[in-house]
């Protein structure tokens, strides 16, 4: 398979086009991708390039990732938050908008960006606030705190008890007591 890469040759020494030829020749080992050198230009700069670009709307970072070069990933988010009219979605529609949209933004991201925790909190806490933020008759309430890791370790025989109610002793770690009465 053949790939062209589209970068122009301005100037160069001949140690930096050997090194480069030998980049290349590693890249056609691994890859099995033959690069065509009749479509293939290279530009040599002098100075510091400051910005890459992005590819497939993810940017191309050449410094550390930090909250403020990622702060564009919230701003995705909250633009899809404010584009919707949360009065006319019931909570499972909330839910399922919040999966299929808001923490598939995420996770694009993700797959080549290691975003900082704190960043994925921030958004997880925008999610939580659009599905439990408000309703007709005010604010929703959470009955699971959003801290909690609910890990059922537990088959459903195990929440069940012989005469068919539910075992309460099993939900006291996660759900308030005023709720299990």
């Not at 030998?22 to 033959?34: A, G, M, N, Q």
């Not at 050198?37 to 050449?62: D, I, M, Q």
């Not at 999610?127 to 537990?154: K, R």
């Not at 068919?164 to 759900?175: A, E, I, K, S």
Request: hydrophobic residues 40%; contains cysteine.
């Amino acid at each position: 398979m053949q790939t062209s890469l589209p970068v122009k040759v301005k100037y160069s020494k001949e140690d930096q086009a050997i090194v480069l030829k030998k980049v290349l020749d590693s890249f056609y080992e691994y890859s099995k991708h033959k690069i065509n050198a009749h479509k293939t230009n290279v530009c040599f700069l002098e100075g510091r390039v400051s910005n890459f670009g992005s590819y497939l709307e993810v940017p191309l970072f050449h410094d550390n990732v930090t909250n403020s070069s990622l702060w564009f990933v919230v701003h995705k988010v909250q633009s899809k938050l404010q584009g919707w009219d949360v009065r006319s979605l019931s909570l499972a529609g909330k839910v399922t908008l919040a999966q299929s949209v808001l923490l598939t933004i995420l996770k694009y991201f993700m797959q080549s960006i290691l975003i900082p925790k704190g960043l994925c909190e921030k958004i997880e806490r925008m999610v939580c606030q659009f599905v439990w933020g408000s309703s007709s008759s005010g604010l929703l309430v959470n009955l699971i705190p959003g801290h909690a890791s609910i890990d059922l370790d537990y088959s459903l025989n195990d929440m069940v008890t012989s005469d068919g109610t539910w075992n309460l002793d099993l939900f006291q770690l996660w759900l308030l007591e005023t709720v299990i009465r």
